[in-house]
């Protein structure tokens, strides 16, 4: 096997210019750019310039005639399902943006075709890959704060295009197949169920509170976009062993100081900040055993932020494909995730508790392999 993996982009908006071309660049011992696709081919062209690869403005032609190992599919939510299962059929492994799919059934389609061909899908969000979900783990398998009996997450933004530095249109964000919770609960989920496992059961209310958007920056700058899916999401979910906890996921939030992650344990509390990644750890004890008393932070090792966030599921494809190494953000957890997000559409329309189908069970901390323990995912 080559040291390289031959990476084809589809989608050469946002989440490639800012995260995934160049991570190609930062990571070109591992990842060699062997094309770019887009419906905009001169935008494909713009970026193979700068980049390398050969430009493509139709994905079938692209995975028909380059070179590849894998595909990164990055267009918008609605493409993600047809596009992953193209290239599993192509026989390219793959790495999908958030959210794997827009419906339950194709995330299981997914699992099952790549289990058949022996081909690998790695997910975004990569919050399994980052040093502070790592120390989260870590704590939380070492029984730090004892039995988790209650969970706070707070996963919501004012959404794409809400604010300045948008480099393409943003308006989708905000249209049927993607939505508030598509976009952002990922982050969230990821989180939870690999520190605890899968949720038993949820309830969920779900509004639409700023129907019309305005978009302050990009292309589509002073335009009004209707918001065709709910933005509000909050969701009261039942993690089994007697622990419970709820969650708010949407475009509503413009900013907040508060964890986007609270753990109250039987022996103390976690709080975590950061947004979509683990930037900081509180930890809260009472031991009177150890005279620790009060509030302190929690080192995390290799903390980054950029090279940390998106692209590392690049570089976990890489080495589960090179190197044969466990992919950490596979796609199982991500069906259970999207499971979840269609269970709040069901519970908000009926009014009713609504019940998993799917259970997920993380790796354990000690289980990890120890370079996945380490800075592998760090700059340092
Ligand atoms: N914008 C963000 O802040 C952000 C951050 C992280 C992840 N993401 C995720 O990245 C993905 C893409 O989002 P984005 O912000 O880059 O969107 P975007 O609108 O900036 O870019 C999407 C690109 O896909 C192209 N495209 C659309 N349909 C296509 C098709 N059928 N075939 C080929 N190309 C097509 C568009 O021309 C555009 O260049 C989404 O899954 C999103 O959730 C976005």
Redesign the pocket.
Known sequence: MADRLKIGI??????????YLPGTRHWDDRLQLAAV????EA??KHFTDEYGGTPY???ETMLRWADLDAVA?????T??AE?VMMALEAGKHVL????MTERFEDAQKICDMAEKSGLHVSC??PNMLHPGQRRLMELISKGVIGKINMIKISQSSMG?GSRPG?????S??YAAG?GGM??MAGYGLVRLTGLLGGVKSLSAMATTSMPERVMRDGPARGTTVAATVPDNNVIVFDMGNNTLGTMDTGYVVMSTEAPCMSLFGSEGTIEVYGG?QVLRIRLYKDDWETDIAGWQDVEIRGLDSRWA??PATLLSLADAVLDGKPLLNGPRQLAHVIEFMEKVALSAESGQRVYMTTDYTPPRWDELPLEIRQDRFGLA
């Not at 589809?10 to 995260?19: D, E, F, I, K, L």
């Not at 999908?96 to 959210?99: F, L």
């Not at 948008?166 to 943003?170: G, K, Y």
Request: net charge negative.
């Open positions: 589809v989608g050469a908006g946002a989440a490639a210019q800012w995260y696709c887009d419906i905009d935008r494909a403005g139709d994905y599919v990055l267009t918008p939510h493409f993600h596009q999908v943006e958030k959210p975004a969000p794409p948008a480099p393409t249109d943003f989708w964000f993607a598509s976009s979509d966030l998106h």
